[in-house]
């Protein structure tokens, strides 16, 4: 066997989950991802869509809006175990075929649209991405701009168009194809968390040493990696900051510090952005604003002034 075929056969070597929450809810398989709801007990006043990012999993959001009267709805991107124990996942009627690759911004686009299209019932329609994920809202919405009429994005230490990797990260996989990537991942995974875990992830919270230890478990091949970052680079240099024109309003918030992406090139891409989205530069140390500190998360409104059901909006779509 030739060392490339080798090389591609470990990549596709199936990887197990080590983590998992208790989820009450239903689940949906979508494309190669998932899209799963979590029960609410209240009436529905605002609906929120977590789009998690590389290497993560949608358990990132599940602290941070626990109010009783919010739909949370929490994507599982493709090649992405899903982090709920012994889940049933049905099939939605309103499903649709994908036909961009798994592992792409693109194929996780659909699945937003997707959730988007069908499954919100509140007034008010936040979606929350970080890092990857934010890509994937951007993208989303240049393919489907009507459906971000009404909502409200938050895109958390994000992939933008025109940004980049940190230079640490940009050295490490700068020599890296298919035959080294194996490698490069055998390393990484073997070597104590300690010694690299305060470089990427900062100061490590209560919630951090809860879902850090796990990312490299989070995939389910390893190729998903592969795809993801080398989807990841082709984006951020193809996509211009023209794609800002296709969401409406939001906030984009940066970390003061960030080793996994590159904060100058972030910021000057967001400062690209409308007047519509507030740029907010917050306090966190790390990549991973939401386990730093909550607070940075915008508060959902508590007045819905003006708010327009989405619903009948997607229903004229679809007709």
């Known amino acids: 066997m030739s060392s490339l075929a080798e090389s591609k056969n470990r990549l596709l070597r199936p990887v197990s989950p080590t983590y998992s929450e208790m989820f009450s809810g239903r689940v949906y398989q979508v494309g190669e991802g998932s899209v799963a709801i979590r029960n609410h007990s209240s009436e529905a006043r605002h609906t929120v869509i977590g789009v998690h990012g590389f290497l993560e999993n949608f358990c990132y959001y599940t602290q941070s809006y626990q109010a009783a009267d919010t739909e949370l709805i929490l994507l599982t991107c493709s090649g992405y175990h899903l982090p709920v124990s012994g889940p049933t996942v049905m099939t939605a009627d309103w499903q649709t075929d994908i036909d961009a690759p798994a592992g792409t911004i693109s194929h996780d686009a659909a699945i937003l649209i997707q959730a988007l299209a069908n499954l919100p019932t509140a007034p008010h329609v936040r979606i929350h991405g970080h890092s990857r994920g934010c890509a994937v809202i951007i993208e989303a919405a240049s393919l489907r701009p009507d459906l971000f009429i009404n909502v409200e994005v938050v895109l958390e ?72 970052i080398e989807d990841l680079r082709d984006w951020m240099m193809n996509r211009d900051c023209s794609a800002y024109d296709n969401v409406p309003n939001g906030t984009i918030l940066i970390p003061r510090v960030d080793r996994v992406l590159d904060r100058a090139a972030m910021l000057r891409s967001a400062r690209k952005s409308h007047n519509a989205i507030s740029i907010v530069e917050t306090d966190a140390s790390s990549h991973f604003i939401t386990l730093d500190c909550g607070s940075w998360i915008p508060r959902l409104p508590s007045r819905l002034v003006h708010a327009t059901p989405i619903r009948p909006t997607l229903a004229r779509v679809a007709e």
């Open 157 to 228: 230490a994000p992939v933008l168009p025109e940004g980049r990797l940190h230079p640490l990260v940009r050295r490490l996989i700068r020599p890296m194809n298919h035959t080294t990537w194996p490698l490069l991942i055998r390393l990484i995974t073997s070597a104590p968390s300690a010694s690299y875990a305060p470089t990427f992830f900062g100061t490590l919270t209560n919630r951090k040493r809860q879902l850090m230890p796990h990312i490299f478990t989070s995939i389910k091949e390893y190729m998903t990696l592969v795809h993801n």
